[in-house]
């Protein structure tokens, strides 16, 4: 593959992830290894991590895409009263009454 081909699929990958449903799709690099598309960063959800596979694999017929993408796990589940008061009432900063002083 030569270097304007390198450039032209570079391209045609990036602005199909700028339209894609991708939150961040500046957060995706762009590889070329041999004759694969390289997709590396990291994003938000599964979902956006399928989005971006499509998207570049849309962007021409004949490249093969391998997606590298990390997906950043938040954990948004139910709060945890008992513990989120525990980590507010001891924090890292302060030393425990028992250590020996």
Known sequence: MTSVEKLWIRAAVREALDQSGVADPKAITIDIEGDDVVLKGSVASAAEWMEAE??????????????????????EGPKDDVYEAGVESFPASDPPSWTPG
């Open 54 to 75: 499509y998207a570049a694999s849309t962007a021409s017929s004949f490249i093969k895409v391998r997606n590298a993408l990390d997906i950043s796990v938040v954990w």
